[in-house]
C-alpha cells in the first residue's frame, strides 16, 4: 500500500485530463483563444501583398512586361489603384524592364525560330510593348541580318523539300513569308537557295526575276498589311 501511495507523488500522477481541459493549457500558456485564431484565418490579405505574390509567381516563370502583369493582377480582382503602387514600385527596383524585355526577346525569337521584324513586332505588341520602346529592340535587329537569317533558313528547308523547283520555290517563299519576311526577302532567298541545289533549281532560279517578283508580291502584301506599307 504505501509504494502504491509513493506513485501518486509529483510526477506519477498520470490520469489523463477531464473533458473540456485541452484547451485550457494553452490560455494559460498566453496564447490568444480559438476565437483570435479564427478571426484571423479568415480575416482579408493585404491586398498590396496579394498583388505582389502574383507578379513573383509570374516571374519566377519567365520575364514579364508591365502589362502582362497588370492582366494577370487584374484577372485575380486586384484594384487598379494597389496593382499601379505594386508596378510601379517593381520598376522602380528593376523587377519589370520592357526595354530590356523587348531586347531579349527580339534577340532570342530572331535566333531561335528565325523571326523577321514584322512577325516580331507584332509579338511585341500582344505582350503590350509600347510602340517607341519596340521600335527601339527592333532597330538592333539590321536587313543584313535579316537576309542572312532568311538565306539560312531557305538552304535548311530546302534540303528536306521535295518536288519540282517551282513547287517548292513557292512553299519556302511562303514559310518566310509567315515568318514576317517582306516579299523582295524571302524571293532573294529562296532565288539563292535554289541556285545551289542542283542544275534543274539553278535554270530555274535563274528565270526569277527577283525584283519584278517582289513588286508584285509587294503590292498585295501592302493591301493585306496597310499599316506597314
Not at 510526477?11 to 479564427?38: K, V
Not at 538565306?151 to 517563299?173: Q, T, Y
Request: net charge negative; hydrophobic share 40%.
Amino acid at each position: 500500500m504505501g509504494s502504491r501511495r509513493a506513485r501518486t507523488g509529483r510526477g506519477w500522477d498520470a490520469r489523463p485530463p477531464r473533458t473540456g481541459e485541452a484547451s485550457t493549457p494553452s490560455l494559460r500558456r498566453g496564447g490568444r483563444g480559438r476565437a483570435a485564431e479564427d478571426a484571423e484565418a479568415t480575416a482579408p490579405p493585404d491586398e498590396a501583398e496579394m498583388a505582389r505574390e502574383i507578379c513573383l509567381r509570374q516571374l519566377a516563370v519567365r520575364p514579364c512586361t508591365r502589362a502582362e502583369l497588370a492582366g494577370a493582377l487584374a484577372n485575380r480582382g486586384i484594384s487598379e489603384e494597389a496593382a499601379t503602387a505594386v508596378l510601379d514600385r517593381y520598376d522602380e527596383v528593376g523587377m519589370i524592364d520592357d526595354a530590356a524585355f523587348a531586347r531579349a526577346w527580339v534577340s532570342s525569337r530572331h535566333a531561335r525560330r528565325g523571326l523577321a521584324r514584322r512577325a516580331l513586332a507584332t509579338e511585341l505588341r500582344q505582350r503590350g510593348v509600347d510602340a517607341e520602346v519596340a521600335r527601339a529592340a527592333l532597330g538592333e535587329l539590321d536587313e543584313e541580318t535579316e537576309a542572312e537569317t532568311a538565306r539560312a533558313l531557305a538552304e535548311r528547308k530546302l534540303r528536306s523539300a521535295r518536288g519540282a523547283p517551282d513547287a517548292v520555290f513557292r512553299r519556302l517563299v511562303g514559310m518566310l513569308a509567315r515568318k514576317g519576311y517582306p516579299p523582295g526577302v524571302a524571293i532573294r532567298a529562296v532565288k539563292e537557295a535554289l541556285a545551289t541545289q542542283s542544275a534543274e533549281a539553278a535554270e530555274f532560279a535563274d528565270q526569277i526575276d527577283a525584283d519584278a517578283l517582289a513588286d508584285a508580291e509587294g503590292d498585295v502584301d501592302r493591301e493585306n498589311h496597310p499599316a506597314d506599307g
